[in-house]
């Protein structure tokens, strides 16, 4: 989206994005967004709501959103995600750092 914005294609980027079945969007909030970021992830929630069906995955409770975006922005996208929506919590440690430390799945360098 971000280079959609420099050529002014944003509409139809968006449009693209919203073709599919399912939007999946993982990690959000694992590395620091920007403004144009975060307008991007409200634009995109926007234009699927109701139309399409959207996963995200975070280590940030929804509620909490308005640390990785301005709050504005926070509140509507999270209020079109949780909307007819299903969430799901886990608790717990990584599964994938778990079994790296017990040594399963790790193949040594060579």
């Known amino acids: 989206i971000g280079k959609a914005k420099v050529d002014g ?37 926007d234009a ?5 069906s959207i996963a995200v995955t975070s280590n940030i409770h929804p509620s909490g959103f308005d640390t990785i975006m301005p709050k504005t922005l926070a509140t509507a996208t999270v209020d079109r995600l949780l909307h007819h929506a299903h969430l799901v919590l886990t608790k717990g ?10 040594g399963k799945g790790v193949t040594p360098l060579t």
């Not at 939007?23 to 929630?45: S, T």
């Not at 699927?48 to 399409?52: F, H, K, P, Q, T």
Request: glycine fraction near 6%.
């Open 48 to 52: 699927a709501y109701e139309r399409r």
């Open 93 to 102: 440690d990584s599964h994938r750092l778990a079994e790296a430390l017990a």
């Open 9 to 45: 294609s944003v509409a139809r980027t968006i449009a693209r994005i919203c073709g599919v079945d399912l939007i999946v969007v993982d990690d959000i909030g694992m590395l620091p967004a920007g403004q144009d970021a975060a307008e991007a992830f409200y634009r995109v929630i």
